[in-house]
Nanobody
Framework: QVQLVESGGGSVQAGGSLRLSCQAT????????MAWFRQVPGKEREGVAV?????????KYADSVKGRFTISHGDAKNTQYLQMNSLPPDDSAIYYC????????????????WGQGTQVTVSS
């Protein structure tokens, strides 16, 4: 069984930064679609960012986070990071990492692997 383990969430003042990490128990593929989602109670899950590992220029960000969030990965290719800067209170949510092998790497596509979620709280 492959698991994605998330960390890095917490509380931060508005305008601050957080770095979320997502580590797979094993490497799923050398080229892998990895993504971040978030969900607020009472709202539908929202795609935040998606990227194909080892392909530059393919990362896509939601309009609400463009210029502030950056997705990246570690050298081992089994660790995903989401750098979150200039955080406003509206970014507060439970953030989930996800991974998929195959497909078109779009947030609306199915993702077979999910992290447990990590809470991000931004205070004004």
């Amino acid at each position: 069984q492959v698991q994605l383990v998330e960390s890095g969430g917490g509380s931060v003042q508005a305008g601050g930064s957080l770095r979320l990490s997502c580590q797979a128990t094993r490497t799923l593929a050398r080229t892998l679609c990895m993504a971040w989602f978030r969900q607020v109670p009472g709202k539908e899950r929202e795609g935040v960012a998606v990227a194909l590992i080892d392909y530059d220029g393919t990362t896509k960000y939601a309009d609400s986070v463009k210029g502030r969030f950056t997705i990246s990965h570690g050298d081992a290719k089994n660790t995903q990071y989401l750098q979150m800067n200039s955080l406003p209170p509206d970014d507060s949510a439970i953030y989930y990492c996800a991974a998929a092998v195959g497909g078109a790497c779009r947030p609306e596509d199915p993702f077979g692997y999910w992290g447990q979620g990590t809470q991000v709280t931004v205070s004004s």
